[in-house]
C-alpha cells in the first residue's frame, strides 16, 4: 500500500462506531438493543418484530432511523436521545491511533450516522477528543443517512470539503460508494476484506494503517 496514493489527500474523514473503536468493544450492541426497545416501544410490536423491522429499515433505507422517518413519520430527536443512551465505559484511550490521526496532514473530520453529542463522547472515552476540525452527525446531512449521496454532499459542502482531495475511512462498505463516485480515496475499516470496485483499500488496523501512510 504506498504511501503516494494518499500524497494528495487533504481532508481524512473517520466514520465513527466500528471505525475509530474495534468492534470486539461492542458498543454499538448496546445501540441495537436500544434501538430495539424504541421500536417496540413507539410501535406497540414485541421483540422479534422489532428486531425484524430494525434490520429491514437498516437494510433498505440505510439507517434504523432512516426507515422509522419514512414509514413511521417519528421525531429523530427523540430517538437520537434515546438509542445513544449507553454505557461508554467499555471504551478506552488509544494513545497510538490519537498520535497517528493527529499526524495526518490537513483537515481531520469525523461523520456518524448517529448524532454529533454521541460522537464526542464516543471521542472522548477513546482519548481523542480535540483532535478533529469538526465533527458532524446525522442532524447536519437533514437526518438524511449514509450511504446517500445526497447526505455526503450536504455534509461536505457545510464543511467545504472538497473530496477529490479527501479520503473517507469506514467500516460500512456501503458508506464507500458514494465518497468513491465523488472522487474521494477509500478505505474499508474491517476484519475481514471486501472485493469491491468502490473500495481502494482495506485495513483491520486503522492506527497500523495511517502510520504507513508516514513511510
Known amino acids: 500500500m504506498p504511501a503516494e496514493h494518499f500524497s494528495h489527500v487533504e481532508a481524512w474523514v473517520f466514520d465513527l462506531d466500528n ?5 470486539e468493544m461492542r458498543l454499538f450492541d448496546q445501540i441495537e438493543t436500544r434501538m430495539t426497545q424504541y ?9 422479534p418484530e422489532a ?21 413511521h413519520d417519528i421525531d429523530p430527536l427523540p430517538y437520537l436521545v434515546a438509542v445513544h443512551d449507553i454505557d461508554f465505559t467499555v471504551l478506552a484511550p488509544d494513545p497510538e491511533l490519537r498520535d497517528q490521526i493527529a499526524a495526518l496532514p490537513g483537515r481531520r473530520i ?19 477528543s480535540g483532535l478533529f476540525d469538526a465533527v458532524y452527525g446525522v442532524e447536519d446531512a437533514g437526518f438524511r443517512p449514509k450511504p446517500e ?15 477529490r482531495v479527501a479520503a473517507m475511512f469506514e467500516d460500512d462498505p456501503r458508506n464507500l460508494a458514494a465518497p468513491h463516485a465523488m472522487g474521494m480515496r477509500t478505505v474499508h475499516v474491517a ?25
Open 149 to 163: 449521496a445526497a447526505a455526503f454532499e450536504r455534509v461536505f459542502a457545510r464543511d467545504g470539503l472538497a473530496p
Open 191 to 215: 476484519p475481514e476484506p471486501l472485493e469491491a470496485a468502490h473500495i481502494h483499500h482495506h485495513t483491520d488496523d486503522l492506527g497500523g494503517f495511517l502510520a504507513r501512510l508516514r513511510v
Open 39 to 47: 421500536v417496540m416501544d413507539t410501535l406497540g410490536v414485541d421483540q
Open 51 to 71: 428486531n425484524r423491522l430494525r434490520k429491514h429499515y437498516w437494510a433498505e433505507y440505510g439507517t434504523t432511523l432512516a426507515g422509522l422517518m419514512s414509514v
Open 110 to 128: 469525523v461523520y456518524t450516522n448517529g448524532s454529533a453529542d454521541y460522537a464526542q463522547r464516543v471521542l472522548a472515552g477513546r482519548g481523542l
Open 19 to 23: 471505525t475509530l473503536y474495534p468492534p
